[in-house]
């Protein structure tokens, strides 16, 4: 029962914000406890995968293009902690809420091992 008008991504029925949805299965509030269907979210679904710590340098075959490529991001001093290169490229996100840091991914510029700070 809707007992007011929602936006995508909040409960219609207690207001609450959901959870990440996974596209197949149903959306469960936190708050009500009521079940929706994914549509629930409107046209705001977005799927994203995130590969961490999955790079083995002996499966990949770069092209001429990647080979030639620089670094991902900006460079720092650090120390990979797989092989011990002292250089790094990095992002940052924000992933927790807005008051806390952001987490910072590292790259590796020598053997591609990445890792993350929060900041």
């Known amino acids: 029962m809707e007992l007011f008008t929602s936006t995508p991504g909040f409960c219609p029925t207690c207001g609450s914000i959901f959870p990440p949805v996974d596209s197949v299965k149903d959306v ?20 994203y995968t995130i590969h961490f710590n999955n790079y083995d340098p002996e499966k990949v075959v770069k092209t001429k ?8 991001g900006p460079v720092v001093e650090r120390k990979c902690h797989k092989c011990g290169h002292d250089k790094m ?24 091992f990445k890792e993350s700070e929060n900041s």
């Open 89 to 112: 490229s990095y992002a940052t996100l924000q992933l927790r809420s807005a008051d806390e840091g952001q987490t910072v991914f590292f790259t590796c510029l020598k053997c591609k």
């Open 28 to 47: 469960i509030c936190y708050n009500c406890k009521q079940s929706f269907k994914p549509d629930v979210f409107g046209e705001q679904i977005v799927e």
């Open 65 to 72: 293009e990647e080979k030639d490529s620089g670094p991902e």
